[in-house]
């Protein structure tokens, strides 16, 4: 059964950090990359960050590049995002995703076959 399983969402002030996880089952993680998408009220699915299974290559949004670092871990199947310097305009529900598409690019949500549940993401100022 494909499953993503996000986890360690929460609320945090601005500045602070936390780590977001998406645990994968065997089957997801033979997609060749997974990414992490973020969903305020009102605004659309945005990509924040993206991590190649076989050799960790990774892409950012702009808005986090510098803030935060996507990473994996292929003995768990498990994919992180660590958000340093969170801000409020951070706060969303996170989504993890795995992409099987080739051709596609990393950002365009529809190139992604698995999602998982998602976790929120608050920054109070």
């Known amino acids: 059964q494909v499953r993503l399983v996000e986890s360690g969402g929460g609320s945090v002030q601005a500045g602070g950090s936390l780590t977001l996880s998406c645990a994968a089952s065997?089957?997801?993680?033979?997609?060749?990359?997974m990414a992490w998408f973020r969903q305020a009220p009102g605004k659309e699915r945005e990509g924040v960050a993206s991590?190649?299974?076989?050799?960790?290559?990774?892409d950012y949004t702009d808005s986090v590049k510098g803030r935060f670092t996507v990473s994996r871990d292929n003995a768990k199947r498990t994919v992180y995002l660590q958000m340093n310097n969170v801000r409020p305009d951070d706060t969303a529900m996170y989504y993890c995703?795995?992409?099987?598409?080739?051709?596609?690019?990393?950002?365009?949500?529809?190139?992604?076959?698995?999602w998982g549940q998602g976790t929120q993401v608050t920054v109070s100022s």
């Open positions: 065997e089957y997801t993680y033979s997609s060749f990359s």
């Open positions: 991590i190649y299974i076989s050799d960790g290559t990774t």
């Open positions: 995703a795995t992409r099987s598409r080739l051709g596609t690019r990393w950002y365009d949500a529809s190139a992604y076959n698995y």
